[in-house]
């Protein structure tokens, strides 16, 4: 490592004790994404020479140290054989942690890292429209980018996720209508995703969810990890026997109460879009594998 890269990885490694507030917690640059595997969380290696690029870092670290504050990790443990359900688990569940981010401040961030760790994956390619996803692939994806738009009004995603919604309108109207009216209105804190205060409550939904999808889609029963789109994937690699992960087990992890409803409609969402130039991924190194 380079004099400036051990520097910078002392300082994410402070900065991701205070977030998650998890003195186990260790972190790592290496590899093209943002892992949490028990309590090590890999950021992506990216210029460091680059003042957006080292916010973007920072942004993926907010991001996972999130996890380890706020997911309830066991709640997966019964679902962690079937990938359909992790899959779109885990978007509700990365919506639901960022949300919380913003409505009880309690992670004190740059408020413009998480932005530039969107916009680093809008830019490096990692989150763009492709028009030739179909059934599953297709929902999957409509599903991510509709819930960062309407959900987190973030802009940076804003062409991709209008593309997505027009693309599901067009070639699948009742499921674009049974998905959307499952989740409710993004603007009413009783519908059904707002309501989602605890990782278990996110899990229920996600089945519901997943039903709706298998309704409209061909899922093929050797549906495998290798067939997630994981370009979108900026959260947990679920590396847990079969399809899960591995849990944290620390005293120090505060788990949320699964009675809690909190008024997410006035959360603080996170902000525009910052505009950078921003520089590619590297390959060069392999993300290391957690304890």
């Known amino acids: 490592m380079t004099y400036e890269k051990n520097t910078f990885l002392e300082t994410l490694s402070e900065l991701a004790v205070s977030y998650s507030c998890c003195e186990k917690v260790r972190v790592q640059i290496c590899g093209d994404r943002a892992v949490l595997s028990g309590f090590l969380i890999s950021i992506p290696k990216l210029d460091l020479h680059s003042e957006f690029c080292k916010?973007?870092?920072?942004?993926?670290?907010?991001?996972?140290?999130?996890?380890?504050?706020?997911?309830?990790f066991e709640s997966f443990m019964p679902v962690a054989s079937d990938p359909c359900l992790c899959a779109v688990a885990k978007i509700l569940e990365d919506i639901r942690i960022e949300r919380r981010i913003g409505l009880y401040h309690e992670i004190p961030c740059n408020e413009n890292a998480l932005s530039d760790a969107l916009v680093y994956m809008?830019?490096?390619?990692?989150?763009?429209?492709?028009?030739?996803?179909?059934?599953?692939?297709?929902?999957?994806?409509?599903?991510?980018?509709?819930?960062?738009?309407?959900?987190?009004?973030?802009?940076?995603?804003?062409?991709?996720a209008e593309l997505y919604e027009l693309l599901v309108k067009r070639q699948l109207p009742e499921l674009y209508e049974d998905l959307t009216q499952a989740l409710g209105c993004p603007d009413d804190p009783g519908s059904a995703f707002n309501r989602c205060a605890h990782t278990s409550h996110v899990i229920k939904l996600a089945r519901t969810l997943v039903d709706i999808i298998i309704d409209y889609t061909d899922v093929s029963e050797s549906y495998s990890r290798e067939h997630l789109p994981d370009e979108l994937d900026l959260s947990l690699d679920f590396d847990y026997p079969h399809f899960g992960l591995r849990k944290p087990a620390s005293p120090d992890f505060e788990r949320e109460d699964p009675n809690e409803h909190p008024d997410t409609a006035n959360c603080d969402l996170l902000p525009d879009i910052s505009h950078f130039n921003a520089c590619p991924l590297t390959h060069d190194e392999t993300a290391g594998q957690g304890e």
């Open 122 to 160: 809008v830019r490096s390619g990692r989150m763009s429209f492709d028009i030739k996803k179909k059934g599953w692939d297709l929902a999957h994806c409509f599903l991510h980018f509709y819930m960062r738009s309407r959900f987190l009004k973030q802009k940076e995603i804003a062409q991709p």
């Open 55 to 72: 916010s973007a870092m920072t942004g993926f670290l907010i991001h996972e140290c999130a996890h380890l504050r706020f997911t309830d």
